[in-house]
């Protein structure tokens, strides 16, 4: 199917769940997720072979992560989206909220550092070029706070209710270059506060949920402004073909239900990972303290019983 011209040459029949499941791929989203899961698999291979570990867990989030990908770009889900807003508003809640959180889980970056080969003395590889992607200015930018908070709540605001959605859904090139974005600042946005992965930003587990507390709002705020609108505010999704036998203002009702309610979802998923993770790391933290306690026989347990012993001593 052409999704040329906001997707109005096509003649959809009413839109329903068997039919937005059949299969539709768009043979770039098809390519990646196909790309993503062999170079995962290929990983976590190399790694068995020479007789090392990975979490079943992480394979696991990072494959549902990549299938969740393509069941909103490879299904007929795509089609509907490019003539229903409330469709469409399914296939960003789910690559910008859901599948970054499930892929980030997965801890690709760590795995490509562990299979991939250190390169020779005085010379870069793929290892070594992509540890000083990590530890570049550019990562350092991209992944605080300041940068991402703005650019997560600017891809809602500044992208629907400017004439750049129109813009970019007018052709099937900017339709992409608009659904790699949605991914790209999902991820970029949920890293730092539960990814898996070592990253230049890494603030307290607190801090991390505050920076999740920050963005996450504004997606319902998002979501309720369109449902309280009185008319259409997308231009695209303003006059969808007959054949799907929909009113525009009710389409974008349910656009703005979906934003709303979708909200809650990421929240929900990110705390129970923070939560996890931080209860592992104070749980590595104990076992350090003791080990350190078993190596020089609990010495400052004994310090601290001979300081209370002077003060006592004193005191009589």
């Given amino acids: 199917m052409d999704h040329s011209g906001h997707g109005m040459n096509m003649d959809l029949p009413p839109f329903t769940l068997g039919r937005g499941l059949l299969f539709s791929a768009d043979p770039f989203f098809l390519i990646g997720c196909a790309l993503a899961l062999g170079l995962y698999g290929y990983g976590v291979l190399r790694l068995r072979r020479r007789g090392d570990s990975w979490p079943v ?11 969740t990908i393509a069941l909103v770009m490879c299904t007929r889900l795509n089609d509907y989206g490019m003539v229903m807003f409330s469709v469409h508003m399914v296939q960003h809640m789910v690559i910008s909220m859901l599948s970054p959180i499930l892929l980030l889980l997965g801890a690709p970056v760590t795995l490509a550092l562990r299979a991939l080969p250190v390169a020779g003395r005085g010379r870069k590889g793929p290892r070594e070029l992509l540890l ?8 350092k930018i991209i992944t605080h706070p300041a940068f991402t908070i703005p650019l997560f709540i600017a891809s809602l605001y500044a992208l629907y209710f400017t004439p750049l959605f129109d813009f970019l859904m007018g052709s099937k090139t900017g339709h992409l270059a608009m659904m790699v974005h949605f991914l790209a600042v999902g991820l970029v946005f949920f890293w730092p506060i539960m990814g898996v992965d070592p990253g230049p930003h890494r603030p307290g587990y607190v801090m991390r949920m505050l920076e999740l507390f920050a963005g996450m709002p504004f997606h319902a705020f998002f979501g309720i402004a369109l449902m309280m609108a009185t008319s259409p505010m997308v231009e695209t999704y303003k006059h969808p073909p007959a054949s799907l036998g929909i009113d525009a203002l009710s389409d974008q009702n349910w656009a703005g239900g979906i934003a709303w309610a979708f909200s809650e979802i990421p929240s929900v ?18 076992r350090r303290a003791d080990r350190a306690a078993d190596r020089d026989g609990d010495q400052e347990l004994k310090a601290y019983n001979a300081y209370l012993a002077s003060l006592q001593a004193r005191g009589q």
């Fill in 269 to 286: 998923l990110v705390l129970i990972a923070l939560v996890f993770q931080w209860y592992r790391s104070e749980q590595r933290t104990a």
């Fill in 57 to 67: 867990g992480r394979t696991v989030f990072f494959v549902i992560g990549v299938l």
């Fill in 132 to 139: 000083m992607l990590l530890h570049s200015r550019y990562m």
